[in-house]
């Protein structure tokens, strides 16, 4: 059974960072088979996407709302992915998941393999 685990959640004040981990481990192919993503979710709302890696690290792609103050990378050596979260905003409170699937995409459908998220809160 795949596992991904997310840590570095926690409580930031507005125009703050936090950088998030994820550690993934018996993934059922290489790491370098899988673009890794993070999404979010707030309460009453839907999972949305918000960044994507491919595999190799040399293609990124960001959700609108993110762009510009979010960075997804990735360590292939030690089977991680990490998104650095700067200028932080109340709206990106959610709980954060790291995300795993052999499409580079935007596409929640098109990941297989999911952490369990880590919370995220941005207040004063």
């Known amino acids: 059974q795949a596992q991904l685990v997310e840590s570095g959640g926690g409580l930031v004040q507005p125009g703050g960072s936090l950088r998030l981990s994820c550690a993934t481990s018996?993934?059922?192919?290489?790491?370098?088979?899988?673009?890794m993503a993070w999404f979010r979710q707030a309460p009453g709302t839907e999972r949305e996407f918000v960044a994507t890696?491919?595999?190799?690290?040399?293609?990124?792609d960001y959700a609108d709302s993110v762009k510009g103050r979010f960075t997804i990378s990735r360590d292939n050596a030690k089977n991680m992915v990490y998104l650095q979260l700067d200028r932080l905003k109340p709206e990106d409170t959610a709980v954060y998941y790291c995300?795993?699937?052999?499409?580079?995409?935007?596409?929640?459908?098109?990941?297989?393999?999911w952490g369990q998220g880590t919370q995220v809160t941005v207040s004063s």
């Open positions: 995300a795993a699937g052999l499409l580079y995409s935007r596409i929640r459908g098109d990941y297989d393999h």
């Open positions: 018996r993934l059922k192919l290489a790491f370098t088979d899988y673009a």
């Open positions: 890696i491919f595999w190799s690290g040399d293609k990124t």
